[in-house]
C-alpha cells in the first residue's frame, strides 16, 4: 500500500504530465507556465493556475478538470483548485468549485475575464426560482445587520448564536462579511475546511456551525474582488456550505446597504432581520438606512438591539452614556419595532472576540452574557413562529 506521505509537488506534478491544452493539445499542461503553485498539506492539495493566457471560455472547465482529477488520486482526500487571472502584481483569487446546479448563474463569478466587466452577475437565483439544496433543512434564516461598521454586529451575532445554542437550539452563523470576515478570529477557529461530497462542511466552536469566506481564502484576495465576485462569493457560503439540519442560520451581514445585503435578499428567503446599532445618531440614521432596506425587499425586522448602551464603571457601578442614552430603544419605539435589548460597553466582550472565546461561553454568569441570554429568550419564540411560516409557505410553493 502506498503511503499518504508519498504525496507531494512532484507527485502531483507526475499525475499530471498526460495533460495537455485543451485549446492548443500540442502543449503540455506543465509546459505552458500556468500552474502558479501546488501545496500538499498531508493528503490536502491545494493547486492554483495562473489564466491570465487562458482563453476565457476554458478556464473553468480546466480548473474543474484538474480539480476532479486530482480529488481521484490515491491518498488525496481534499483537492481545491483556485484560478488567479492576474499578474504578480495584481494578484486576484478566483472562488474555488461551484456546483452543477448554481454554475450558470455564477459563471460571471468563476470566469476572471468577466470579473474585469463591470456587469451585475447573472439572473439572481432568488428564493423563488428555485430552493438551494443546502439550505432545505433549515428552520429559518435571520440577518444581523447594522447601517454603521464598528456598532459590534459580528460581535453581538456571535454572542447570540452561542447562546441561543445554549439554549439547545442548532444554530449556524454564516459570515456574510466578504471583505471584512470576522467570525473565524471571534470564534477561534483556525484550519482547513472539510469538504465531503463536493460541498464545504461548517467548522464548529462554542457549539455553533460556522462559515466565512475568511476559513476559505486569505483576507488580501477577498479584500480586493468586486461586486460580481462577492456576489458570486455570497451565493456559495449559502449553496455549496452542507450546511444541515439547523433550528436557525443566522446572517453576519456586512455595514451598509451593497452588493452582499442585495445579493442575500434576492437568492434567500431572509425571514427577518436584526438591526444592531449603538445609541448615536449617526448609527441610528444609517440603522434606517439598513432598515429601509430590508423594508423594500420584503424582509420583516424583527427588533433593534442597542449595543455599548453604556458603560458601567467596575469600581462604582455608575453607568455612563458614552454613545448617548436609550437612542436604539427610542427609535425602535419611533419605528414600532421590538426593542430586543441592550448590552453595556464591557471589556469582556471585546477581548472574548480577541481571543475567539465569546464571552457567552467564557462567562456565562456575566453580566454580559446574561444581557446576550436575555435577548435570545426573546428570540426563541420568534424563531419559532418564523419556522412555523416557512414550512408553511414551502409547503404552499408545493402545492402550486
Ligand atoms: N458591547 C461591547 N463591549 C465592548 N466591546 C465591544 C462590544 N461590542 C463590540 N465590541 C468590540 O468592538 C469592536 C467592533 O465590534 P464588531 O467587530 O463586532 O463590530 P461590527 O459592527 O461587526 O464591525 P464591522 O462593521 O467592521 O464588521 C470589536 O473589537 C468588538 O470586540
Not at 476565457?56 to 480548473?63: F, I, Q, S, T, Y
Not at 476532479?68 to 472562488?95: I, M, Y
Request: charged share 15%; net charge negative; hydrophobic share 40%.
Amino acid at each position: 500500500m502506498t503511503s499518504p506521505n508519498l504525496i507531494d509537488q512532484q507527485t502531483i506534478k507526475q499525475t499530471l504530465s498526460d495533460f495537455t491544452l485543451p485549446w492548443s493539445p500540442d502543449i503540455r499542461l506543465l509546459d505552458a507556465n500556468i500552474i502558479e503553485s501546488i501545496t500538499v498539506q498531508g493528503q490536502k492539495v491545494h493547486l492554483t493556475l495562473n489564466v491570465s493566457t487562458v482563453p476565457p471560455d476554458a478556464a473553468e472547465p480546466l480548473r474543474a478538470k484538474i480539480e476532479h482529477h486530482l480529488q481521484h488520486l490515491e491518498n488525496v482526500t481534499q483537492a481545491r483548485v483556485f484560478l488567479n487571472s492576474g499578474t504578480a502584481s495584481s494578484k486576484r483569487l478566483v472562488f474555488p468549485p461551484r456546483q452543477p446546479a448554481a454554475a450558470t448563474s455564477e459563471k460571471n463569478v468563476s470566469t476572471p475575464w468577466n470579473q474585469a466587466h463591470k456587469h451585475p452577475p447573472a439572473k439572481p437565483n432568488n428564493a423563488n426560482n428555485g430552493p438551494i439544496e443546502t439550505l432545505q433543512s433549515i428552520g429559518c434564516i435571520i440577518a444581523v445587520a447594522s447601517g454603521k461598521g464598528g456598532v459590534g454586529k459580528s460581535s453581538t451575532a456571535i454572542n447570540l448564536a452561542v447562546s441561543l445554542a445554549k439554549q439547545g437550539l442548532k444554530v449556524g452563523l454564516m459570515d456574510a462579511d466578504i471583505y471584512g470576515p470576522s467570525v473565524p478570529h471571534m470564534l477561534g477557529l483556525e484550519g482547513q475546511v472539510e469538504v465531503v461530497n463536493h460541498k464545504l462542511m461548517p467548522m464548529t466552536a462554542w457549539g455553533i456551525s460556522a462559515m466565512s469566506i475568511g476559513m476559505l481564502v486569505p483576507q488580501e484576495q477577498a479584500m480586493i474582488w468586486r461586486g460580481p465576485m462577492v456576489m458570486g462569493a455570497v451565493k456559495q457560503l449559502l449553496s455549496d456550505v452542507q450546511w444541515g439540519e439547523l433550528d436557525v442560520l443566522l446572517i453576519d451581514t456586512p455595514p451598509g446597504t451593497g452588493d452582499v445585503q442585495l445579493t442575500l435578499t434576492q437568492t434567500v428567503q431572509i425571514d427577518g432581520a436584526i438591526i444592531v446599532s449603538t445609541p448615536q445618531d449617526v448609527a441610528l440614521l444609517d440603522a434606517r438606512r439598513g432598515i429601509a432596506m430590508f423594508q423594500k425587499s420584503k424582509t420583516p425586522i424583527l427588533g433593534i438591539i442597542e449595543n455599548m448602551a453604556y458603560f458601567s464603571c467596575p469600581c462604582c457601578d455608575e453607568k455612563t452614556y458614552i454613545f448617548g442614552e436609550n437612542g436604539a430603544k427610542n427609535e425602535a419605539q419611533n419605528l414600532g419595532f421590538p426593542f430586543l435589548g441592550e448590552i453595556p460597553l464591557i471589556p469582556a466582550i471585546r477581548s472574548g472576540a480577541d481571543t475567539g472565546v465569546p464571552i457567552v461561553a467564557q462567562d456565562p454568569d456575566s453580566v454580559a452574557a446574561k444581557a446576550y441570554q436575555e435577548i435570545t429568550e426573546l428570540m426563541v419564540p420568534v424563531i419559532k413562529r418564523l419556522t412555523q411560516q416557512r414550512a408553511n409557505k414551502k409547503q404552499d410553493s408545493a402545492q402550486e
